[in-house]
T-cell receptor, first 116, second 113 residues
Framework: NAGVTQTPKFQVLKTGQSMTLQCAQDMNHEYMSWYRQDPGMGLRLIHYSVGAGITDQGEVPNGYNVSRSTTEDFPLRLLSAAPSQTSVYFC???????????????FGSGTRLTVV | TQLLEQSPQFLSIQEGENLTVYCNSSSVFSSLQWYRQEPGEGPVLLVTVVTGGEVKKLKRLTFQFGDARKDSSLHITAAQPGDTGLYLCAGARSSGSARQLTFGSGTQLTVLP
């Protein structure tokens, strides 16, 4: 099925470890984003990309890196995991509605990360 | 600072009741979207409203965008257990930056059979 695929679904890391959260979409969407979701905080933007080779920071980028070498993939790297990065991470891709000039988001099912 | 305030934060009702949830801001948004999120899944887009005063209906769900484009409401008629979920509003400041949505913290709705 077309959509946004995130792996892994669950992950436990020790403080200081690094890892990469994978995100892939097969809808040929230009825009991709990473959000984290914490209780009572809604979704907060970490990084986003407007196309292959172009990335930019969102609201909470510290401790995370991204790259966009292809349209399909947008991995999120945690450089040195900290307990404050315990969260649920969502990847989203978005399209442009040509008639309204708007962007609708398709989200992956999330990665639940625990840092101990 | 949360730009979009949603209320109530939690809502538990019986099947068949009506309910309204609110999304308020002091900022003007060019568009506003509503999502529903079920446990273990990502948010799913329900609707986008663009014009101040606009009303959109999706079966038993009615969405309204405030005249000043600072607030929105979601009304559910005759709620069913399948409506249970986290409802999120998300606003875009301008059409050019619509890919950078600002999300509210959500309303957790539970509909009891």
């Amino acid at each position: 099925n077309a959509g946004v695929t995130q792996t892994p679904k669950f992950q436990v890391l020790k403080t200081g470890q690094s890892m990469t959260l994978q995100c892939a979409q097969d809808m040929n969407h230009e825009y991709m984003s990473w959000y984290r979701q914490d209780p009572g905080m809604g979704l907060r933007l970490i990084h986003y990309s407007v196309g292959a080779g172009i990335t930019d920071q969102g609201e909470v980028p510290n401790g995370y890196n991204v790259s966009r070498s292809t349209t399909e993939d947008f991995p999120l790297r945690l450089l040195s995991a900290a307990p404050s990065q315990t969260s649920v991470y969502f990847c989203a891709s978005s399209y442009r509605d040509s008639s309204l000039g708007l962007y609708g988001y398709t989200f992956g099912s999330g990665t639940r990360l625990t840092v101990v | 600072t949360q730009l979009l305030e949603q209320s109530p934060q939690f809502l538990s009702i019986q099947e068949g009741e009506n309910l309204t949830v609110y999304c308020n801001s002091s900022s003007v948004f060019s568009s506003l979207q509503w999502y529903r999120q079920e446990p273990g899944e990502g948010p799913v887009l329900l609707v986008t409203v663009v014009t101040g005063g606009e009303v959109k209906k999706l079966k038993r769900l009615t969405f309204q965008f405030g005249d000043a484009r600072k607030d929105s409401s979601l009304h559910i008629t005759a709620a069913q257990p399948g409506d249970t979920g986290l409802y999120l509003c998300a606003g875009a400041r301008s059409s050019g930056s619509a890919r950078q949505l600002t999300f509210g913290s959500g309303t957790q709705l539970t509909v009891l059979p």
